[in-house]
């Protein structure tokens, strides 16, 4: 998974991945995939979840589309992200998406503070103007 990026012990985020990824996942300690591509989305991969179970992984999928924040489906992605165990593997389609669903699941745990988002973000070259974490940002802190 050369681009797959770590975001805490918890979770990493990746673009699309293949069968083989997730068995390297698996083999690499993941114990899930959280996927958050819409079916519709080019290079979905259709029996995804068949694969990350035959992997040894669990496996949900939350399509989140890319341009456009949805309230319920980010809290559906981070209440699968609560219950999955973890180390989970968040993917998109680029790594965009996961890598901001992960960072808003981080700051929910550890209850950071905006700076704290802020500081997060750059260190792991997250977007801040991506529309769910956005979303989140304004109605948590009125950014």
């Known amino acids: 998974m050369a681009d797959s ?5 918890d979770f990493s985020s990746a ?10 996942a698996a ?15 080019p290079g979905f991969l259709a029996d995804e979840g068949e694969k990350a179970q035959s992997a040894g992984l669990e496996y949900a999928n939350v399509p989140l ?3 456009e924040a949805n309230q319920n489906l980010t809290e559906e992605a981070i209440q699968q992200i609560e219950n999955l165990p ?9 790594g965009g998406r996961a ?7 981080i700051a929910i745990q ?3 503070t905006y ?14 103007e991506q529309p769910h974490l956005k979303q989140f940002l304004s109605e948590k802190f009125g950014t």
Request: charged content about 20%; overall charge negative; proline content about 3%.
């Open 65 to 67: 589309v890319a341009s």
């Open 115 to 128: 700076e704290q988002i802020v500081q997060k973000a750059a260190e792991l070259n997250i977007n801040l």
């Open 86 to 94: 973890k180390p989970i593997l968040l993917h998109c389609a680029g």
């Open 5 to 9: 990026k770590k975001i805490s012990d």
């Open 15 to 24: 673009g699309q991945v293949t069968a083989e990824d997730l068995q390297q």
């Open 110 to 112: 550890e209850g950071l």
């Open 27 to 41: 083999a690499e300690g993941f114990k899930s995939v959280l996927n958050l591509r819409s079916p519709s989305e």
């Open 99 to 105: 890598s901001g669903i992960a960072l808003i699941a």
